[in-house]
């Protein structure tokens, strides 16, 4: 595809609902990033995966969070029971690798409102 | 941690006005620093980026430069248009060590009027 895709854009949960959201990344980029992002704040990492493999998750605020990339291409971030705290936009991002010196290309978001 | 410290918004300018976005940064290591934009309505997008001390990133007329000896990386324009007007990051990655995030500034909205 052109860019990083997300689906879906918006998402309503209830409190305790589980929720998926899913990235398409660039095709080829080894590295997938996903980020959370309150309203009116930066974006806040939350885990990396080269190919399948996850190797940073530190960034995950508990263990409600989960993430996958199990082809090493489309990842989806999952998050149990969610609270209203979760309340945010998702963001995925993928380069081509993890150094710095390649570009991040972020993707639309995730809009998760948490009722 | 690391972290970044960019200036509060909004900030207001009348066009063809003069730009600067402070940001600071932690110095641990030696992190790659970048200006990410977030226009009305669209995704995050790659302004510029600096990659070692004293190095310049520019694009579309910005300019910042990664200042070593007082962990700055401002972001500069000589000259805003009313299309400048979006939401400016600051950001830094540790340089080689792909196994972390980038880490962000809060952002700031930049708001020029005609």
């Known amino acids: 595809g052109a860019g990083v895709s997300q689906s879906p854009r918006y998402k309503v949960a209830k409190r305790g609902q589980d929720v998926a959201l899913r990235c398409d990344p660039i095709s080829g980029h080894v590295s997938l990033f996903w980020y959370q992002q309150a309203l009116g704040q930066g974006p806040e990492f939350l885990t990396y995966?080269?190919?399948?493999?996850?190797?940073?998750k530190s960034g995950l605020p508990s263990d409600r969070f989960f993430a996958e990339r199990p082809e090493g291409s489309v990842s989806t971030l999952k998050i149990q029971r969610t609270q209203q705290e979760d309340s945010a936009v998702y963001l995925c991002?993928?380069?081509?690798?993890?150094?710095?010196?390649?570009?991040?290309?972020f993707g639309p978001g995730t809009r998760l409102t948490v009722t | 941690g690391d972290s970044v410290t960019q200036m509060e918004g909004p900030v207001t300018l009348s066009e063809e006005a003069f730009l600067t976005i402070n940001c600071t940064y932690t110095a641990t290591g030696y992190p790659s620093l970048f200006w990410y934009v977030q226009y009305p309505g669209e995704g995050l997008q790659l302004l510029l980026k600096a990659t070692k001390a004293d190095d310049k990133g520019s694009n579309k007329g910005f300019e910042a430069t990664y200042r070593k000896e007082t962990t700055s990386f401002h972001l500069e324009k000589g000259s805003v248009q009313v299309s400048d007007s979006a939401v400016y990051f600051c950001?830094?990655?540790?340089?080689?060590?792909?196994?972390?995030?980038?880490?962000f500034g809060k952002g700031t909205h930049l708001i020029i009027q005609p």
């Open positions: 995966f080269q190919n399948e493999a996850q190797l940073d």
């Open positions: 991002a993928s380069s081509f690798y993890g150094d710095s010196l390649y570009e991040q290309y």
């Open positions: 950001a830094r990655h540790p340089l080689g060590g792909g196994a972390d995030g980038l880490t």
